[in-house]
């Protein structure tokens, strides 16, 4: 599924989804944004990082192209399936298209993370859940991710 999950949101990532798609609290979403190439510190740093703020706080940065941010609230058909036959819950939402995104910074890396009111409007608030290697080069022509056949998140019992 995810490269890795930030020690933020471990544990997390079920009920993230499940608030968002009953809008509880209002304005709640999950948002997505993407990692510019150059620069990028190793998982075993980011995965340390409390907020999309404290992301970009070292040498990583987001991409730069406008309209990169994707929101998904209540109305985005996230899915939380939970499958009781493999002892396990899957979270996904459909693939992502950004359309014709010129030139500029290079994708590294999409995260995922969650936000408990959309309308407060800093990257301090965002909490970050999972991360993805996605590795593309902008060349005006659309991008389409998507993060994991199965979804973006999968949680499992540890017995």
């Keep these: 599924m995810a490269n890795f999950v930030y020690n ?20 709640s979403a999950l948002i997505i944004d993407v ?28 991409v730069t192209q406008p309209s990169i941010r994707k ?22 939402f459909p693939d992502q298209t950004w359309t014709a995104v010129g030139a500029g910074d290079g994708f590294n890396d999409i995260v995922i993370g969650y936000d408990s009111d959309t309308t407060g409007g800093t990257d301090a ?10 590795v593309v080069v902008p060349d005006g022509s659309d991008i389409t991710a998507q993060v994991a056949t199965a979804g973006y998140f999968r949680a499992t019992s540890a017995t």
């Design 8 to 27: 933020r949101g471990l544990g997390r990532g079920t009920e993230w989804a499940e608030r968002v798609n009953a809008n509880d609290p209002t304005n």
């Design 35 to 62: 990692l510019a190439t150059s620069g990028v510190e190793t998982d075993a740093v980011l995965r340390d990082k409390d907020s999309f703020s404290d992301i970009v706080s070292g040498a990583t940065n987001f």
């Design 71 to 92: 929101t998904l609230d209540n109305t985005s058909s996230i899915t939380v399936t939970y499958d009781d036959t493999n002892d396990r819950v899957d979270v996904d």
């Design 125 to 134: 608030n965002i909490l970050p859940h999972t991360q993805h290697d996605f």
